[in-house]
C-alpha cells in the first residue's frame, strides 16, 4: 500500500484549504484512514479517522468542528477540509491506512503511512 499526500501550501489565518490522499497499488477501500499531523519539534498527532465506508469520523478536540475528514471509495480518495486556520494548525500532515475498517484515533492502529504535505498556516 502507498499513499501520498497532497494540496498543502501557504494559507492566511482564518482560511481554508483541503488536502487529498490517494491510495495506491492496493485499494484502501475496505481500511479505515486517519490525518495525522506533525509540526516542527513537536510528537506526531491524530487529527481525524473515518471508517471504510465513511460512516464514522473522529476528530481530535483542537479541530473538531472546523476540520471535515471524507473519503471517496470508487477514487480511493481521503479529504481533509480544514476551516478556520489558525497558526497553530501549522504541521505537516500525513495520511495513514488503519489496520482495520473502523475509525481511530490511535496511532498504533495505522499500518501505513504516507509522505505527508505541509500547511503553513501564515498570521
Known amino acids: 500500500v502507498q499513499l501520498q499526500a497532497f494540496g498543502g501550501g501557504l494559507v492566511q489565518a482564518g482560511g481554508s484549504v483541503r488536502i487529498s490522499c490517494t491510495c495506491s497499488r492496493r485499494p484502501c477501500s475496505n481500511n479505515g484512514m486517519g490525518w495525522f499531523r506533525q509540526a516542527a519539534g513537536k510528537e506526531r498527532e491524530f487529527v481525524a479517522g473515518i471508517s471504510w465506508n465513511g460512516g464514522n469520523t473522529l476528530y481530535a478536540d483542537s479541530v473538531k468542528g472546523r476540520f471535515t475528514m471524507s473519503r471517496d471509495r470508487t477514487k480511493n480518495l481521503v479529504y481533509l477540509q480544514m476551516n478556520s486556520l489558525n497558526t497553530e494548525d501549522t504541521a505537516v500532515y500525513l495520511c495513514?491506512?488503519?489496520?482495520?475498517?473502523?475509525?481511530?484515533?490511535?496511532?498504533?492502529?495505522?499500518?501505513?503511512w504516507g509522505q505527508g504535505t505541509l500547511v503553513t498556516v501564515s498570521s
Open positions: 495513514a491506512a488503519n489496520r482495520g475498517s473502523g475509525a481511530a484515533s490511535v496511532r498504533g492502529s495505522y499500518q501505513y
